[in-house]
Nanobody, 115 residues
Framework: QVQLVESGGGLVQPGGSLRLSCVAS????????MSWYRQAPGKQRELVAQ???????NYADSVKGRFTISRDNAKNSVYLQMNSLKPEDTAVYYC?????????WGQGTQVTVSS
């Protein structure tokens, strides 16, 4: 059973930074294609950042230049470094692991950007 556990969320002032982590278990981590999503209140869940083929990365236009996705296969972890945070980045952030036709989700971590 694949499990994903996010951490690192919290309350931060506009302009601040946070680093989210997601640890996977129950599978060989390097076989998972990892991505980060977020869902703000009253809105649909949206893609924030992802690894594509060959470990290339892709970002939502709204976070380009501010967020960075990275992974450490030795630690079974994927990270989301978030800089220059804005109030509109407030959401629950989820990591997702994809393997074949299956998607696995973490429980989410709350990020609140407010003064």
């Amino acid at each position: 059973q694949v499990q994903l556990v996010e951490s690192g969320g919290g309350l931060v002032q506009p302009g601040g930074s946070l680093r989210l982590s997601c640890v996977a278990s129950g599978t060989i981590f390097s076989t998972l294609t990892m991505s980060w999503y977020r869902q703000a209140p009253g809105k649909q869940r949206e893609l924030v950042a992802q690894f594509t083929s060959g470990d290339r990365t892709n970002y939502a236009d709204s976070v380009k230049g501010r967020f960075t996705i990275s992974r450490d296969n030795a630690k079974n972890s994927v990270y989301l470094q978030m800089n220059s945070l804005k109030p509109e980045d407030t959401a629950v952030y989820y990591c997702r692991g994809t393997k074949s036709i299956y998607n696995y989700w973490g429980q989410g971590t709350q990020v609140t950007v407010s003064s």
